[in-house]
Each structure stands twice: as structure tokens, then as C-alpha cells.
């Protein structure tokens, strides 16, 4: 749904508001909750804590040494976080691996920068080994004077860094009126947020002698086995796209495309071409399979749109959310990200009644750009089943719709993409976390 799909609003987005308390007072609120439950009290001697105190034990880590540093050795999680781990769908049956995706785990993400080995990844034809050594891209077409540039010649380009989402058009669309999803993983995973480094887009189209009067698209093409490629409109690889060799302070995983790979921030991440060995400038798009028979949006009128490269305002709460398990009424922080290929985000409402009403999260900070935001809402849970869900808003003043406003403008039938729909959790009296999307 685009901006012009969806009217925008100049006054606040929130519906029978009922704002939380200023943030201060919402910790003190929070930590006295918590010492409400926070278990049996603990002395460290016979003074404290009175008659009912148990003694503070001393663990078997504070009786021997711990292991040795290993040398010359890339640091790994600790063995106890070993279930945070990318996983691929569990709705749809992969009949041949070569064309694949895994997901990020999202209830597991502890502030904004996804790690490295956690960052969702989806390919067409396997993920291939390419020597940088070797490695080319090529720039030509409507050009002055066609280039290669190696990736020595690359790094020695000005570089930049930026921070910025990446999120595959394909996110949630599994579950736009069913609940075929059980936890945040699965039904938003294909969405990761990185620190992205390499050189602007703009300086090798520069060199070459681009006319961006006459020259209006470039296609760019991966050097995997699919070749996959798309059309890009010749302002935005001049004024936002990235080529990009680095990611979270180190050189591109294989499977994030290394050596080097196209980055657009807040398009559709079809668009960031991995593997990148070629841009030719031309006149007009190509109209290649993927952005004919793929990645195009159906319409009401059995027409289908082309070229929705925008991801849209959207957002979801992390925590709690499916699979996870309430331990019983009290004080919880309800969390979640935001995140817009439009600006930045303003605003995260949450309705604990399935939309009836709606309040007011506190943003974390930083809020940046087309960058995932952090916000939280501290919630005294009553142990009688809610329904929660977040709402975002923009710079632009657009609100994230319901599947119901999308509806309005987009026809959802088949391989529905650019779902950005306010999505539901429900919780039961037990606890249990479950997708609510009826």
C-alpha cells in the first residue's frame, strides 16, 4: 500500500489515548514490581535479610579458572545461546534447495544491529564462492567510458557507512488471513538491520561519464547461477544506492553476497543485488521475469503492479510474542521494532484489547532512516487473555493499515507481497503466546 494509497493524518494517530506514564516514573513503577516478585530475598550474611534470608552461595566458576583464550580464532556465541539460530519457513515445503531463505530470529535480537550470522539471507541458486581476487564489476551502457572495477579498485574509492534495515518483500506473507505462522521468527524474519559499508553508487556512475538525461534505469546483475538482476531507476542509485563490500564492521558473509553487493536502503531486498558484477545504464527498465512474472503486486482489477520498491511503515512486537510463555500476571515490558523505507519513525501505538484502543510506546533511541526503532510500552498484565498488537507512523504521516485498508487498494490473492499490516498476538489466561490473525 502506498503513500498515496493511504491518507495521511497531521494530528496525533492514536484513538480513545491513553498515554503511559513519563519514563521515569515508568522504571520506578517497573522496579517495584519487580521486587514484588523477584523470589526468595538473598543475604551475603547472617545480618541481612533476616530470619527468612538464604545464604548466597559461592558457583563452581568462582572455584577454578575458566578456559584459555584460543589464539587467532573468530569469536563464537556462548554455548547456551545455541538455539538462537536463522531457520528457514516451516509453512512451505521446499522441494529442491538451490532456491532458498532463512529467517532472522527476532524474539531473540537485543537492540537494533542484527549480528552478522543471524541476518536473513535468501538466494535463487545456491550461494556462490567467488574469489575477490578475481572479481569484476563491470559498468557500462549508457556511459561515456565503460569500467571494471576490482575490488582493490574499490576500496580505494571514499567509502561511507550507514545504518539501514533490509527486509524481503516477501515478509509475512504467509500470514495475511491465516495463522500459518507460530512465532516472530517465521511470520517477520525475512527483516535484519546492519551497518552497511562501501561506496556510493553515484561515484563509479559518476566516473564513467553517466548522461542521467538520457541514461533513466540501471540494470544490475548478481554473478550467482540465477543471475538475477533488476531494473533500478537511474535517481535513486544517484542519490541513496550503495556498493557495498562491508556489513557489521567486516567483510560481506558469502551468503550476503561477498565480495560485493548492491545496497538500496528501504526498497524491497530483491532490489540489493548480491554478488554484483554488472550495472548497464539504459533508457528505459528491462521488464526481466523478476519484475514481471515475480515481485509485482496483484490488483482489484486482475492487473498487477510492477515496480513497489518501497517497504513500507511497518511494525511488530517481539516480546511477548508466539511460542513464548507469560509466567504469570504482573509487570512486563511489551517490546518490538518499527521500521520504515520511507523516513523515520514517529510514533508505535499498542492496543492490548485487539484495537479498541490504543496507547502510546516509548521510542528508544537511535531513530534514524529507513533503520529499525526500538520501542517499549510497561504493561501490568492482569492474567485475563489480551490481544496486542503495534501500530506505526511515519515522517510522512502515514499510518501502518490493517489488512482491511489494504484491501481497499490491493487485491490479496496468490503470492501476496509488501505485507505491512498491523499484526495481532493473543494471549491466554495460562500465558501462552499465540499468532491472532484470524
Same mark, same amino acid.
Not at 480513545?16 to 551475603?44: K, N
Not at 530470619?51 to 584459555?68: D, H, M, T, V, Y
Not at 535468501?122 to 557500462?140: C, E, M, N, S, T
Not at 489488512?403 to 505485507?419: C, L, P, T
Given at each position: ?8 493524518? #497531521? ?11 513519563? *519514563? ?12 514484588? =516478585? ?7 550474611? %547472617? #545480618? ?22 584460543? !589464539? ?17 519457513? &516451516? ?9 532458498? /531463505? ?108 553517466? &548522461?542521467?538525461?538520457?541514461?533513466? /534505469? ?11 538482476? @533488476? ?21 560481506? @558473509?558469502?551468503?550476503?553476497?561477498? *565480495?560485493?553487493?548492491?545496497?538500496? !536502503? ?14 548497464? =545504464? ?98 501490568? /498484565? ?6 496486542? %498488537?503495534?501500530? %506505526? ?7 501502518? !493499515? ?13 503470492? =501476496? ?8 498476538? #493473543? ?5 501462552? =503466546? ?5
Amino acid at each position: 500500500m502506498s503513500n498515496k494509497d493511504m491518507p495521511t493524518r #497531521s494530528g496525533p494517530p492514536i484513538v480513545d489515548r491513553m498515554r503511559e506514564a513519563p *519514563p521515569s516514573a515508568d522504571r520506578r513503577q517497573f522496579l517495584r514490581s519487580s521486587i514484588a =516478585v523477584a523470589g526468595a530475598a538473598v543475604a551475603t550474611g %547472617a #545480618s541481612i535479610g533476616g530470619a527468612n534470608a538464604q545464604k548466597l552461595e559461592i558457583p563452581p566458576s568462582n572455584k577454578e579458572p575458566g578456559r584459555i583464550l584460543e !589464539p587467532k580464532v573468530y569469536g563464537l556465541p556462548s554455548k547456551y545461546e545455541a538455539h538462537v539460530k536463522r531457520n528457514r519457513t &516451516d509453512v512451505f515445503v521446499n522441494r529442491q534447495n538451490l532456491s532458498d /531463505w532463512s529467517m532472522t530470529p527476532l524474539q531473540h535480537q537485543h537492540g537494533i544491529i542484527t549480528p552478522n550470522g543471524l541476518i536473513f539471507e535468501r538466494h535463487h541458486a545456491g550461494i556462490p564462492d567467488i574469489d575477490p581476487a578475481k572479481h569484476v564489476v563491470a559498468l557500462h551502457g549508457m556511459v561515456k567510458q565503460p569500467l571494471k572495477f576490482t575490488m582493490d579498485d574499490l576500496l580505494r574509492y571514499p567509502a561511507t557507512s550507514k545504518f539501514h534495515f533490509i527486509e524481503c518483500s516477501g515478509n509475512g506473507l504467509t500470514d495475511w488471513k491465516k495463522n500459518a505462522s507460530k512465532t516472530v521468527q517465521q511470520t517477520h524474519g525475512l527483516l535484519s538491520c546492519a551497518q552497511w559499508t562501501g561506496v556510493p553508487a553515484s561515484y563509479l556512475l559518476e566516473a564513467a561519464g553517466v &548522461d542521467v538525461s538520457k541514461g533513466k /534505469w540501471v540494470l544490475c546483475e548478481g554473478a550467482d547461477g540465477s543471475a538475477h538482476a @533488476r531494473s533500478i531507476p537511474i535517481e535513486k542509485m544517484m542519490s541513496e544506492a550503495m556498493i557495498v563490500y562491508a556489513m557489521n564492521g567486516e567483510m560481506l @558473509r558469502p551468503e550476503n553476497g561477498y *565480495p560485493v553487493r548492491l545496497f538500496i !536502503p528501504g526498497w524491497e531486498g530483491n532490489v540489493s543485488i548480491k554478488w554484483l558484477r554488472r550495472m548497464k =545504464v539504459g533508457d528505459q527498465p528491462w521488464h526481466l521475469r523478476s519484475e514481471t512474472a515475480r515481485y509485482t503486486d496483484p490488483m482489484p482489477n486482475g492487473k498487477w503492479r510492477q515496480f513497489s520498491f518501497a517497504m513500507e511503515c511497518k511494525s511488530v512486537i517481539t516480546r511477548p510474542s508466539g511460542g513464548m510463555k507469560m509466567q504469570g500476571k504482573g509487570h512486563y515490558e511489551i517490546e518490538g521494532f518499527a521500521w520504515s523505507g520511507n523516513g523515520k519513525i514517529t510514533a508505535v501505538d499498542i492496543t492490548l484489547d485487539g484495537g479498541k484502543t490504543w496507547r502510546e510506546a516509548r521510542l528508544e533511541d537511535p531513530i534514524l532512516d529507513k533503520c529499525l526503532t526500538r520501542f517499549r510500552y510497561s504493561w501490568d /498484565w492482569d492474567g485475563g487473555p489480551a490481544k496486542i %498488537a503495534s501500530r %506505526a507512523v511515519d515522517s510522512t504521516g502515514y499510518v501502518q !493499515p490493517t489488512v482491511a485498508d489494504i484491501e481497499k487498494s490491493r487485491a490479496i490473492v496468490g503470492f =501476496v507481497q509488501h505485507h505491512n499490516a498491523i499484526f495481532p498476538w #493473543s494471549i491466554e489466561p495460562d500465558g501462552e =503466546v499465540k499468532n491472532a490473525i484470524a
